[in-house]
């Protein structure tokens, strides 16, 4: 392990939404060397509408991730209330986040997406960094049987409210460039970790960025998948052992140095720990969630400084 310093260890995030936002909650308490590598195939509501009325990346899920690592003093919690603040309006600002205009006008001033989130990032006072994970919009593809015949459906907002068992997704452009930030963060990173988050539109798509997913299969560093903690639309009835094998089944060469779980979601366990060592990893089981569906963030960043300092 390298020396961590001060600021404690360097630990690259990837997901979005909510998910990432839960991680990045719980990271903040442990260190300051924080890069969200964050989804960008969103395309519906107001990130989807300035997507297209502007062809930038969509900058909700960015938004959410600065928006975690925000500084706690009344600074940076004025500007994360002002950041997430959405407009209801009879016209057409209704819907729209104040960050996301606020991080589109940077954009459009400075030409550079990660300049802009950077500067963003100096406004809320950050603990961390947020990167794009690629460097272009992203457009998502899911693959879902219906009566024994494979069917695709087009589009992240579409996916993520089928409520039809997914077997599969993919991105267009297919080969997208991953930002060189990304890929120097993962490199000299200690750990890098995956979830919780929206199954198939927010953890998954990162391994499907090749230069991110070879980036992270051949990183010193150590490797950490956070499983749900109950069903949505995207996974129905998947067991946390069928989200431990779908993570593997789109990214085979990456092994995993650890799974971990609330106790809640073990369901069978032996099928679980079965699913873990196929990637390589062990199973830690840590209470980590404050409701059915959402980890705590006290405990979250328990459960990661027992895998920082034992694995």
Known sequence: ?????????????????????????????????????????????????????????????????????????????????????????????NGHSLGNLLIAAIWQEIGDPVAGLDLVGQLLTTHGRVLPMSAVPLSLTAHIERDGVVETVHGQSVIAKLGEAISQVSLSPANPPARPEALRAIDEADWVIFGPGSWYTSVIPHLLVPELRGAVAHTAAKRMLVVNLAPDL????????????????????????IVLVDPSVVGD?????????????????????????????????????EAFETA
């Open 234 to 257: 995207e996974t129905r009835a998947m067991s946390s052992a069928d989200l431990v094998r779908s993570f593997h089944a789109h990214a085979p060469d990456m092994a995993l140095d």
């Open 1 to 93: 392990m390298r020396d961590i310093g001060y600021a404690g260890r360097r630990v690259v995030a990837f997901g979005g939404g909510h998910g990432l936002y839960a991680t990045l909650s719980a990271l903040r308490i442990l260190t300051r060397n924080i890069t969200a590598i964050v989804t960008v195939a969103d395309d519906g509501g107001s990130s989807g509408r300035l997507r297209n009325e502007m062809e930038i990346l969509p900058p909700g899920d960015l938004r959410m991730a600065l928006s975690a690592l925000c500084d706690d003093s009344q600074w940076g919690l004025t500007w994360r209330s002002v950041l997430q603040h959405r407009f209801t309006t009879s016209g057409e600002l």
């Open 269 to 305: 366990h032996a099928d679980l720990r079965e699913a873990v060592r196929r990637c390589g990893a062990e199973l830690l089981v840590w209470p980590v969630k404050r409701d059915v569906a959402k980890h705590d963030p006290l405990t979250l960043a328990a459960a990661l400084r």
